[in-house]
């Protein structure tokens, strides 16, 4: 089902390996040379920032080309619209599996966009032919929850076809679309929203087990991580909110917004969830999970007066600040007195190149938007320094003019 074969992308996984272990000194030159002839692979890839721009261009050409063809030859919505936006979508498609079957790209931009265009379209299609007011359009509330539900299908399918994580997670925002079609009750959508993202979970849970030593375990990884953070945030109720701001400074808000067993039963949920989490991330051994763990213990401490309607202090981020600072510490340290720097397979020594790959990345992506100061260095002066000396003076004088 996977458009890459296992071994191309067992070797471009061995060779970033490769790379990080030279960056970090545990191979040498002519080891890291020797090795790099055994990794080669027949895709093409290419750096983080040309695939970004190509992925735009494409994105813009394929619009562009859309756009120019609804201007020309279908000025007005009609029935073929539909038609049109699905027969798009299966250009794009194609397009992109020709692209990898043909060029060998990966990762390269110009696939992922025309995959995501075809998701696109499929969307747009099925939103022109079921609900456009057509003659043979059902009534517009009848089904309209088959434009996400088609937009959770495809984003899976690209997900799987394609292995684009943020795919998996495009799937995971149409699903937030798709209770409001089925019932009016807010406690009700969060309730489907979350069983969702926990029927996921499971799944994903149960197929990552096969695959902790091959090139998936990185994919299943963020997957996993994606729908824990989703779990989280749909149970907060005080974080689901689109005007945040206003209910965190009057909690009392969302309280009348839900029944109360619901409410306070996701307030509960959410002093639990973080410690699952990093249990679960500390158990794998797996950073992205862990991660979350960490992010949503840090959004507990900070919706929980906002939950209880207590009232916000400015202080309330210092305190906030210096908890965080001070944990972070003490499990460094902690760490580091571990026989060798470790404790249970943890360290808090770096080991991997890839965290200085991507503090470059930040670097040079917000560089540009730190400030930086241009005052003049200082000036050396001479007392006795004179002027003179030249063989002509302006306008034609003489040099001692």
């Known amino acids: 089902m996977r458009l890459y074969s296992a071994s191309s992308e067992e070797t471009l996984r061995a060779r970033k390996l490769l790379t990080d272990w030279v960056g970090e000194g545990f191979l040498t030159k002519?080891?890291?040379?020797?090795?790099?002839?055994?990794?080669?692979?027949?895709?093409?890839?290419?750096?983080?920032?040309?695939?970004?721009?190509?992925?735009?261009?494409?994105?813009?050409?394929?619009?562009?080309?859309?756009?120019?063809?609804?201007?020309?030859?279908?000025?007005?919505?009609?029935?073929?619209?539909?038609?049109?936006?699905?027969?798009?979508?299966?250009?794009?498609?194609?397009?992109?599996?020709?692209?990898?079957?043909?060029?060998?790209?990966?990762?390269?931009?110009?696939?992922?966009?025309?995959?995501?265009?075809?998701?696109?379209?499929?969307?747009?299609?099925?939103?022109?032919?079921?609900?456009?007011?057509?003659?043979?359009?059902?009534?517009?509330?009848?089904?309209?929850?088959l434009v996400p539900a088609s937009g959770v299908v495809c984003s899976l399918w690209i997900w799987r076809r394609f292995g684009l994580s943020y795919a998996f997670l495009a799937a995971m925002i149409f699903v937030l679309f798709l209770p409001g079609y089925w019932t009016l009750s807010r406690s009700a959508q969060h309730l489907i929203v979350a069983v969702f993202y926990a029927t996921a979970l499971v799944g994903v849970a149960t197929v990552r087990s096969r695959h902790r030593f091959d090139y998936l375990k990185g994919a299943y990884s963020l997957v996993e991580a994606f729908l824990w953070l989703g779990i989280y945030l749909t149970i907060n109720l005080q974080l689901s909110s689109v005007n945040l701001s206003a209910r965190w400074w009057d909690g009392t808000r969302a309280a009348t917004e839900f029944a109360r067993p619901f409410y306070w039963g996701t307030w509960v949920l959410i002093w639990c969830l973080p410690p699952i989490v990093l249990a679960r991330g500390i158990r794998q051994k797996d950073r992205f999970v862990i991660a979350v763990g960490v992010i949503v213990a840090i959004l507990t401490l900070v919706s929980n007066k906002p939950y209880l309607g207590w009232p916000r202090h400015t202080w309330d981020p210092i305190i906030l600040g210096i908890l965080l600072t001070s944990v972070a510490v003490f499990i460094r340290r902690w760490l580091a007195h571990g026989p060798g720097g470790i404790r249970r397979g943890f360290t808090a020594a770096r080991v991997s190149g890839k965290d200085k790959h991507w503090i470059n990345v930040g670097a040079t992506l917000f560089g540009p938007l730190s400030p930086h100061p241009t005052a003049p260095g200082p000036q050396t002066s001479s007392s006795d320094f004179r002027f003179g000396g030249g063989q002509t003076g302006g306008g034609g004088a003489g040099g001692e003019f």
């Open 30 to 145: 002519a080891q890291y040379q020797l090795l790099k002839q055994e990794t080669v692979s027949e895709l093409r890839t290419t750096n983080i920032w040309l695939r970004l721009v190509l992925f735009l261009f494409t994105l813009i050409s394929v619009a562009a080309a859309a756009a120019l063809f609804f201007v020309v030859f279908l000025s007005r919505p009609s029935e073929q619209t539909a038609v049109v936006f699905l027969i798009f979508a299966a250009v794009c498609y194609a397009a992109a599996e020709v692209a990898i079957a043909q060029a060998r790209l990966y990762r390269y931009g110009i696939e992922e966009a025309l995959a995501v265009c075809s998701v696109g379209f499929v969307c747009a299609g099925i939103q022109a032919a079921l609900f456009s007011g057509s003659p043979y359009s059902p009534k517009p509330d009848a089904a309209q929850f």
